[in-house]
């Protein structure tokens, strides 16, 4: 993960357009130029970065470059069992400070996170190094999180967004490290034990580490309390942690469902990637709509919206739907999901298909304006895939991409590609695989 991190190419006037000036006035462009820059070093393995502001409490977030695609395939589960452990270890040992704490996992990485006032820096950096990177593994402890998990998974099930997430990734690196559930599986969660636990934590210990905080903080003091905490002895990650893109699909079909949920992949460059911003802005064309929006005639709350393919939904080809790009650190996702009654399918994957074959072939510059300042916004919140350095060159690398960029990028990755394709609930009307597949070109004379 961290070493895909790219510092975007200085934003000169040459490469900026005319329309970012009409999304932002001079004086609020000016703005961001002052922003102070992250300050950034690396010590001992670990990098440190720190974004000094003025706010009443500091953000802490210790990512580490271990997550569900570094678990061995017996072991699938055990990063984000090891996140369940080193939160609750954080718990106890910041308890009584009032530090708001939250962890995460995701296929490429792990996360902890901390709030707390300036003047708990000295305790909270050393308890989040230490449950980080080297959590207990207390056999009952760890039983009562595998539970736990348990239940998560259960919860899952009922939840369609996540299991069409889960099959997609199935589908698009079957065979390979990324296709593992987060979670994993029940019966690889169950064989986990305290030694499965302590090998999972050595191998978090290898991976790359970031510690980064924002707010009334001083890059000096978060630097030498992070060189106090050593690392923890690593061992190294599995061997077969690397994606390879299959175009396939997976479907479970349950007619009990209120609905159908379909959702089609091409793959994208990883993070890092110079195309990611001129995806970035295919992506904000296609847009996302749901049944209960407001806007516009259409009866649906979408008759009016810019994105045709939202007018397209609004007219009851489908309840909602959104555009969605995931990028890892050598790979990614780029496509759409939607929800929709089964004879609506195939009407509607025809509509995505003909909007990704006109972002390949015909897009102009005319009709990405709005595209371009939903990505320039998306830059602003710190999401999108204008990679890292300034915040004004991240605004300007979005707001900049002209129509031949996007469509460059889109023949690249999209066009006459193969799709993962992953679907649940209610898909009997969604056509079979090959004709899904011969949707991504255009015969033309």
């Known amino acids: 993960m961290l070493k895909s991190i790219r510092l975007l190419k200085p934003c000169t006037p040459s490469r900026v357009s005319n329309s970012i000036r009409s999304y932002y006035s001079p004086g609020y462009l000016q703005y961001l130029r002052s922003l102070p820059e992250a300050e950034v070093t690396c010590v001992e393995g670990l990098a440190v970065a720190s974004e000094a502001g003025e706010a009443a409490h500091v953000t802490v977030t210790l990512t580490v470059d271990h997550g569900a695609r570094h678990d061995a395939p017996h072991e699938a589960g055990a990063a984000h069992l090891l996140t369940r452990l080193a939160l609750a270890a954080l718990r106890r040992a ?3 400070t009032g530090a708001a704490l939250r962890a995460s996992t995701s296929r490429q990485a792990a996360a902890l ?5 300036p003047a708990l820096l000295p305790t909270v950096v050393p308890a989040l190094l230490a449950c980080a990177l080297s959590p207990p593994c207390d056999p009952a402890e760890l039983e009562r999180h595998k539970q736990l998990v348990y239940l998560e998974m ?10 069409l997430k889960d099959y997609l990734h199935q589908a698009a690196y079957q065979d390979t490290a990324l296709a593992q559930p987060v979670r994993g599986r029940s019966d690889t969660v169950r064989a986990l034990d305290a030694a499965a636990a302590a090998r999972a934590a050595a191998r978090r210990g290898a991976g790359d580490a970031l510690l980064a905080a924002a707010g009334p903080v001083d890059h000096a003091e978060l630097l030498a309390l992070a060189a106090a905490c050593p690392r923890p002895a690593a061992a190294p990650c599995p061997a077969d942690a690397r994606a390879r893109f ?4 997976i479907r479970y079909r349950n007619d009990d469902w209120p609905a159908a949920h379909v959702a089609v992949a091409f793959e994208a460059p990883g993070a890092g990637h110079d195309d990611l911003v001129a995806l970035e802005v295919a992506r904000q064309h296609l847009g996302a709509w749901a049944a209960g929006a407001g806007g ?3 009866g649906g709350g979408g008759g009016e919206h810019p994105a045709r393919l939202a007018r397209a939904a609004a007219a009851g080809l489908c309840h909602s739907y959104r555009a969605f790009s995931l990028a890892y650190s050598d790979t990614g996702l780029w496509g759409v999901r939607w929800a929709g ?10 509509n995505v298909q003909d909007e990704v074959m006109h972002l390949c072939c015909s897009v102009t510059d005319a009709e990405l304006g709005r595209a371009r300042a939903a990505a320039a916004a998306a830059a602003l919140r710190g999401a999108g895939g204008a990679g890292a350095g300034p915040l004004h060159a991240r605004v300007c690398a979005a707001a900049s991409v002209s129509a031949a960029d996007v469509r460059a990028a889109c023949s690249r990755y999209l066009y006459d590609a193969c799709p993962a394709v992953a679907a649940v609930g209610a898909t009997e009307g969604l056509p079979e695989y090959n004709r899904i597949r011969s949707g991504t070109y255009w015969l033309r004379l």
């Open 94 to 96: 910041l308890a009584g």
């Open 113 to 117: 996170l901390a709030a707390c006032p």
């Open 154 to 163: 259960l919860q899952l099930e009922r939840e369609p967004d996540a299991l």
């Open 246 to 249: 299959t175009g396939s699909e």
């Open 296 to 298: 516009g005639g259409g």
């Open 341 to 350: 009654d089964s004879r609506d399918l195939e009407d509607f994957l025809y």
